[in-house]
T-cell receptor, first 111, second 113 residues
Framework: TQLLEQSPQFLSIQEGENLTVYCNSS?????LQWYRQEPGEGPVLLVT?????EVKKLKRLTFQFGDARKDSSLHITAAQPGDTGLYLC???????????FGTGTRLQVTL | DTGVSQDPRHKITKRGQNVTFRCDPI?????LYWYRQTLGQGPEFLTY????????KSRLLSDRFSAERPKGSFSTLEIQRTEQGDSAMYLC???????????FGDGTRLSIL
């Protein structure tokens, strides 16, 4: 069974601070996706990383896929209250079917 | 907006009743997925379709659960003889094909009394 563990589980920071969320597994994934989910809504796709060592930037968010394609990180620079939400990583296996989701990181950014 | 649409958004029912949820994927998306999410957890895969064919089912999908996608467009997920443990958010997602990003609907929240 493929498992994805995220850390930290909870993070409460002030506006302007930087943070990093980690997503780790012992399994290799063909791709990894990051989602953000707000209460009562479905996950919204932020980015997909495919190549080992790949780095993608989305405004203040930087995503990295590990060289071995087993782990990933999400770094947010100068967090804003609008970044508040549940961040989920999700890996897709070689069969390119289901997503295996991480345990989630709940981020709260306060003024 | 042509995103993934789910209906109903909320369902409250008594234990033992049957419930059915509907998902309308993004048009022209061949793949359709069902996930279940309980409070404080990430979504867990239930099943997926390639067009009208159901290609994979999770062990989470007991014999009380059945999903269909008869014409390769919308899908239904039925739960028979609901139990307390079925209370969760049921999420539907679609993608153009395998290996393409999955886009989620806003889910159906099921509460069993």
């Amino acid at each position: 069974t493929q498992l994805l563990e995220q850390s930290p589980q909870f993070l409460s920071i002030q506006e302007g601070e930087n943070l990093t969320v980690y997503c780790n597994s012992s399994s290799v994934f063909s791709s990894l996706q990051w989602y953000r989910q707000e209460p009562g809504e479905g996950p919204v796709l932020l980015v997909t990383v495919v190549t080992g060592g790949e780095v993608k930037k989305l405004k203040r968010l930087t995503f990295q896929f590990g060289d071995a394609r087993k782990d990933s990180s999400l770094h947010i620079t100068a967090a804003q209250p609008g970044d508040t939400g549940l961040y989920l990583c999700a890996g897709e296996g070689r069969t390119a079917s289901k997503l295996t989701f991480g345990t989630g990181t709940r981020l709260q950014v306060t003024l | 907006d042509t995103g993934v649409s789910q209906d109903p958004r909320h369902k409250i029912t008594k234990r033992g009743q049957n419930v059915t949820f509907r998902c309308d994927p993004i048009s022209e998306h061949n793949r359709l997925y069902w996930y279940r999410q309980t409070l404080g957890q990430g979504p867990e895969f239930l099943t997926y379709f390639q067009n009208e064919a159901q290609l994979e089912k999770s062990r989470l999908l007991s014999d009380r659960f059945s999903a269909e996608r008869p014409k390769g467009s919308f899908s239904t997920l039925e739960i028979q003889r609901t139990e307390q443990g079925d209370s969760a958010m049921y999420l539907c997602a679609s993608s153009l094909s395998g290996g393409q990003p999955q886009h989620f609907g806003d889910g159906t929240r099921l509460s069993i009394l």
